[in-house]
């Protein structure tokens, strides 16, 4: 029994499939298209197990997917496809268009297929499940209560309205179709892998390199941050044990403001990695403008995962942010990879122009 995961070179997909590497026999077939956020060195570890396999291409490319779904029949697909990245979508919002609500709906259109064509038990054992963001609720007032599975779906940027609409198709595929899927909702991630254009690994590589932590706006924007671990426990879980048609907010209740989340990166690496003139990299921090419709704050209520599936996260937002800094200070290899660009350079070398 094989599981396809979509979108697995990025950043946390490429920690999934490694967290299911260490526990399961069952073989990962990965579907990614290698943008510039997908990044085969973060799947170096096991690109040669046995239980591995990657294929390069487009989750839009419903003849590609109907190929490895045939030739791979996994009881499950977990879609982590998608542009990701807010900034990204305010100025060019057609490949959110594109990847996130196109592609979703041939994706669906091909697994809608395949789960037609399985035999009763294994297609009652399969499921979809969609991999989303808490952005899709909108924004919260300072006091407003956290956004539950039942808060309405307001999203303000192209990203987070590309992504509800991936949601929507979602759910239409379950309620028209009855194709088993399962949606998770999830808050902002840190960890291993993080592409550098992200707050938390831009602010550690910036200061670093001596460069300005860039914070929009006065750096009062909240976010609740969940260790990325932590999300895809959770997302192990959901597969494992969720109803399908139902949606599950993950979070880790962890709100922070962004200038908290700065200087905590700025005291811990003022601990293990001092700058060389002693002083605090907190004089690095730079006020810029702010991003235009900027959502001033998300909290996550993840009450029904933890009553219906048993789930909490390990790790405290203090316990995680520690590991992340070190993980970056450990891994220069990779760091520098990509920020040279090597890693691109590996993809158009090993798949040409199509990458
Ligand atoms: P990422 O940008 O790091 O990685 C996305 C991956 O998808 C890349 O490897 C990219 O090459 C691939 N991809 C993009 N378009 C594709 C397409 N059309 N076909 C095949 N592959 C494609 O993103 P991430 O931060 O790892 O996010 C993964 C998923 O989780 C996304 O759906 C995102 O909306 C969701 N999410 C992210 C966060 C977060 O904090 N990063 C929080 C909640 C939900
Ligand atoms: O909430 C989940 C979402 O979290 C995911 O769906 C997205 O894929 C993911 O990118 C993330 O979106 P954000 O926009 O919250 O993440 P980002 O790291 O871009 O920004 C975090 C906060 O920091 C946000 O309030 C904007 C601010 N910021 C960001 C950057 C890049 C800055 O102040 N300065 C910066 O340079």
Excluded at 11 to 17: D, E
Excluded at 100 to 110: C, D, I, K, Q, R
Excluded at 286 to 302: E, L, M, Q, S
Aim: with cysteine.
């Amino acid at each position: 029994m094989s599981i396809l995961i979509t979108g697995a070179a990025g950043f946390i997909g490429s920690n999934f499939v490694l967290q299911w590497l260490t526990h399961s026999q069952e073989p990962v077939v990965i579907l990614d298209k290698l943008t510039y956020a997908g990044n085969p060195a973060n799947l170096q570890s096991v690109w040669k197990d046995p239980r591995f396999t990657f294929v390069q291409g487009d989750i839009g490319d419903s003849q590609l997917v109907a190929q490895i779904l045939n030739d791979h029949t996994p009881l499950a697909v977990v879609n982590f496809a998608a542009e990701s990245h807010v900034d990204r979508s305010i100025t060019g919002p057609a490949a959110f268009i594109e990847s996130n609500v196109v592609g979703t709906f041939h994706l669906l259109e091909a697994v809608r297929a395949y789960w037609g064509g399985l035999e009763a038990e294994r297609a009652a054992a399969f499921r979809f499940l969609h991999v989303s963001t808490d952005e899709v609720y909108g924004s919260l007032g300072p006091c407003d209560p956290a956004f539950t599975e039942e808060t309405p779906f307001q999203p303000n940027s192209p990203y987070s309205a590309s992504k509800a609409s991936s949601d929507h198709l979602v759910r239409a595929y379950h309620h028209t179709y009855g194709l088993p899927v399962l949606t998770t909702n999830c808050s902002n991630n840190y960890g291993p892998f993080h592409f550098p254009e992200k707050l938390i690994p831009l602010v550690l590589l910036n200061a670093l390199k001596g460069k300005p932590l860039p914070i929009y706006g006065d750096g009062s924007n909240v976010r609740d941050w969940l260790f990325v671990r932590d999300h895809c426990s959770a997302i192990e879980r959901v597969l494992e044990a969720g109803k399908p048609g139902e949606t599950y907010n993950i979070g880790g209740c962890n709100e922070k403001t962004n200038l908290q989340v700065v200087e905590t990166l700025c005291a811990i690496l003022d601990e293990r990695s001092p700058r060389p003139d002693g002083r605090s990299y907190r004089e690095q921090i730079t006020f810029v403008k702010d991003r235009p419709g900027h959502d001033r704050r998300y909290a996550i209520d993840a009450s029904k995962i933890e009553r219906e599936l048993g789930w909490k996260p390990a790790e405290t937002f203090e316990s995680g942010i520690r590991k992340t800094v070190v993980w970056y200070l450990e891994n220069q290899e990779w760091v520098a990879g990509v920020t040279s660009g090597a890693y691109r350079e590996w993809v158009e070398k090993q798949y040409g122009s199509q990458a």
